[in-house]
C-alpha cells in the first residue's frame, strides 16, 4: 500500500518562501508522477504542480508559475515543493499525489491521482 506524508507546512508573511516535502513509502517511487494540489476553504481542489516520472518535466498553471517548483529525487523517493513570493491567496491545504497511470503528459485532474497525502496547511499572511 503507498503511504504519501508531506511536511513543511506553516505561517509565513507574504513575500516569504516556503518549502513542501512530501515522501511516498510501499512502492516504488520512480513509477509515479507526482503533483501537489491545494485546497482552500469552501473551493474545489486546485492543481498547483506536477512532475514526470524522471523529473524531466513539470507542469504549472499560470496562478503559481514562475513562483512555484517542483522537483523529486528517486534516490530518497521524495518531491518537493519550492514557493516564492507567497501570496495570501495561496493559503491553503497543500497535498502531494501519485499517478500510476502512463500519461502523454502530465495530468491537472485530481481524479486522476490513485494516493494522496493527509494534506499540510500553509498559511500566508499579509
Known amino acids: 500500500q503507498v503511504e504519501l506524508v508531506e511536511s513543511g507546512g506553516g505561517l509565513v508573511q507574504a513575500g516569504g518562501s516556503r518549502t513542501l516535502s512530501c515522501a511516498l513509502s510501499?512502492?516504488?517511487?520512480?513509477?509515479?508522477?507526482m503533483g501537489w494540489f491545494r485546497q482552500a476553504p469552501g473551493k474545489d481542489r486546485e492543481f498547483v504542480a506536477g512532475?514526470?516520472?524522471?523529473?524531466?518535466?513539470?507542469r504549472y498553471p499560470d496562478s503559481v508559475k514562475g513562483r512555484f517548483t517542483i522537483s523529486r529525487d528517486n534516490t530518497k523517493n521524495t518531491v518537493s515543493l519550492r514557493m516564492n513570493s507567497l501570496k495570501p491567496e495561496d493559503t491553503a491545504v497543500y497535498y502531494c499525489?501519485?499517478?500510476?497511470?502512463?500519461?502523454?503528459?502530465?495530468?491537472?485532474?485530481?481524479?486522476?491521482?490513485?494516493?494522496w497525502g493527509q494534506g499540510t496547511q500553509v498559511t500566508v499572511s499579509s
Open positions: 499525489a501519485a499517478d500510476r497511470t502512463y500519461r502523454p503528459a502530465i495530468t491537472t485532474t485530481p481524479s486522476s491521482y490513485d494516493y
Open positions: 510501499g512502492r516504488t517511487f520512480s513509477n509515479y508522477a
Open positions: 512532475i514526470s516520472r524522471s523529473g524531466g518535466s513539470s
